[in-house]
């Protein structure tokens, strides 16, 4: 296990009626003037806008709100939110919704402090941020696990480029998570978050590194949490304790990205190729994961069968296989996840979503942009990229 450094500076507030801890937080935080952003009308429809709201002035907090931030948020949005601190001399950021509100935060909050120049230096890396505006959360859907981390993507240019920014100072001050909001979520965006979850968890356990047992077991179980769990909140979407589990899952399935701990960092494959989808047509990304995630699979087994020990030990732990031959069971393993994927009604193959054949070699330059060969087991290139999404469509 290699060496490393943990820190989660985020205070979380978990369970039913916990967004009664709201206003009490931001005052520990130092909210004076707030800026409440939310994406479309999904949290007025359901209350937990007017619980919010209740809390701000309760509180007695001013606030300014940035409307309809968009899934697979736009820079546009971003430099909005800006605009909005510095316009309005807002000192805190309360993001209510999903991962895209919350990545969109994130940005704001790095965004507002820097005047040498746009919010894209940061994004791009030409320069990075000395100060933030503090941010909390309250969650509404189970996916992304941004509640819990210090990372945001941000879709940006012409060609819907995928910007990923990583700061320690946007981590949350704190996030509310309550599983009855998410219990309102429709079906398609509950599967779509659960897919989103397991890819998180996938992606990490298949960085294998010598002597990382607490964090390959701890993957392990919630990995089985969130199968079982993602079809049982189909089945009972009014379920709060279904939805706690899958909730808390999703946020310690990328809590700082603890279970890459000990572990070389050689990137995630799986999700630049899924951003590439998501910029191209706005696909929804745990969808676009789903999708592509069998494809990388059998991609590592025809190419690197020497390397498949980690996709066995998936099949054995977590799919429940039980053949002893390594390639057998890593084969077994992508037959049940993909039938998986089907039980929550996940689309069938890229070609069902709209994806045109023609789009995939363009795909596949894109994921390469200024990047090496990355990720695991087998090194993905624009060939290997190309063979993904073409074995996916």
Request: glycine share 8%; with cysteine; charged share 20%.
């Amino acid at each position: 296990m290699n060496n490393f450094t943990f820190h989660i500076p985020t205070q979380v507030h978990f369970g039913v009626g916990q967004i009664k801890s709201l206003a009490g937080a931001l005052k520990a935080h130092g909210a004076t003037r707030v800026l409440l952003a939310f994406g479309g009308g999904s949290i007025k429809k359901y209350g937990a806008y007017d619980d919010v709201v209740r809390e701000l002035n309760n509180a007695k907090l001013p606030f300014v709100e940035l409307s309809g931030i968009q899934p697979n948020p736009r820079v546009e949005s971003v430099r909005q939110g800006i605009a909005l601190i510095r316009d309005n001399a807002l000192d805190f950021i309360l993001a209510v919704g999903g991962g895209s509100v919350i990545d969109c935060c994130k940005a704001i909050a790095a965004g507002a402090p820097y005047t040498s120049g746009d919010v894209m230096d940061l994004l791009t890396g030409k320069a990075t941020a000395q100060s933030v505006v503090p941010l909390g959360t309250v969650l509404t859907l189970a996916a992304t696990g941004s509640e819990l981390n210090n990372g945001a993507v941000i879709t940006a240019g012409e060609d819907h480029k995928k910007l990923v920014l990583f700061h320690p100072g946007i981590f949350p001050r704190f996030s509310i998570l309550d599983p009855a909001y998410t219990a309102t979520l429709p079906p398609n965006q509950t599967a779509a978050g659960a897919a989103d979850i397991l890819c998180h968890l996938m992606e990490q356990y298949f960085n294998p590194a010598p002597g990382t047992q607490v964090q390959d077991r701890m993957n392990e179980g919630l990995m089985r949490v969130v199968l079982d769990n993602a079809e049982r909140a189909l089945a009972e979407p009014d379920n709060l304790e279904v939805r706690a589990n899958l909730l808390w899952a999703s946020s310690m399935a990328l809590a700082g990205l603890q279970l890459m701990l000990g572990k070389p960092m050689l990137g995630f494959p799986i999700h630049f190729l899924g951003h590439e989808l998501s910029s191209l047509n706005d696909m929804t990304h745990g969808v676009s994961l789903a999708l592509l995630t069998p494809a990388w699979m059998h991609l590592v087994m025809r190419e690197a069968p020497q390397n498949i020990a980690p996709l066995a030990a998936f099949a054995r732990n977590v799919m429940d296989v039980t053949e002893a031959d390594d390639l057998a069971a890593a084969e077994q393993g992508i037959v049940r996840l993909e039938d998986w994927y089907k039980r929550i009604n996940m689309p069938a193959n890229l070609r069902a979503t709209g994806i045109a054949e023609d789009k995939l070699s363009h795909l596949a330059e894109k994921v390469m942009e200024g990047r090496e060969p990355f990720g695991p087991l087998l090194p993905i290139n624009a060939d290997r990229a190309e063979t993904i999404y073409r074995e996916a469509f």
